[in-house]
Nanobody, 128 residues
C-alpha cells in the first residue's frame, strides 16, 4: 500500500514562489508515473505536471511551462513541485498522485496515467 503526504502549500503574493513536497511511503515502482494535480473551487481537477520515475522524463501543462518544475528523489521517495512566478489563477488545492501508464515517459504519464494513489492535498493561495 502506498501513502502520499503533501506539504509546502501556503499563501503567497503574485510573482512569488513555493515548493511543494510529497512524501511517499510504501513501495513505489521504478516504472511508475507520479504527478501533481490541482483543483480550484468550482472547477474540475486538472493535471499540472507528471514525471516517469524510471527515467525522470517530465511533462507539463502549457499554463505552467517555464514556471513550475517537477522532480523526484527516488532514494528519499520524495516528489517535488517547484513553483515560481505564481499567478492568482494558480490558486487551488494541489494533490500528489502515483500510478501507471501503458507507455512510460513523462508525456504519456501526463496524458494517460491512471492514478491509483492520492495524497490529501495542500492548499496554495496566490493573492495580493
Amino acid at each position: 500500500q502506498v501513502q502520499l503526504v503533501e506539504s509546502g502549500g501556503g499563501s503567497v503574493q503574485p510573482g512569488g514562489s513555493l515548493r511543494l513536497s510529497c512524501a511517499a511511503s510504501g513501495y513505489i515502482s521504478s516504472s511508475y508515473c507520479m504527478g501533481w494535480v490541482r483543483q480550484a473551487p468550482g472547477k474540475e481537477r486538472e493535471r499540472v505536471a507528471a514525471i516517469y520515475t524510471g527515467s525522470g522524463s517530465t511533462y507539463y501543462h502549457d499554463f505552467v511551462k517555464g514556471r513550475f518544475t517537477i522532480s523526484r528523489d527516488n532514494a528519499k521517495n520524495m516528489l517535488y513541485l517547484q513553483m515560481s512566478a505564481l499567478k492568482p489563477e494558480d490558486t487551488a488545492m494541489y494533490y500528489c498522485a502515483a500510478g501507471t501508464s501503458d507507455l512510460l515517459n513523462g508525456y504519456y504519464c501526463y496524458i494517460s496515467a491512471t492514478y491509483t494513489y492520492w495524497g490529501q492535498g495542500t492548499q496554495v493561495t496566490v493573492s495580493s
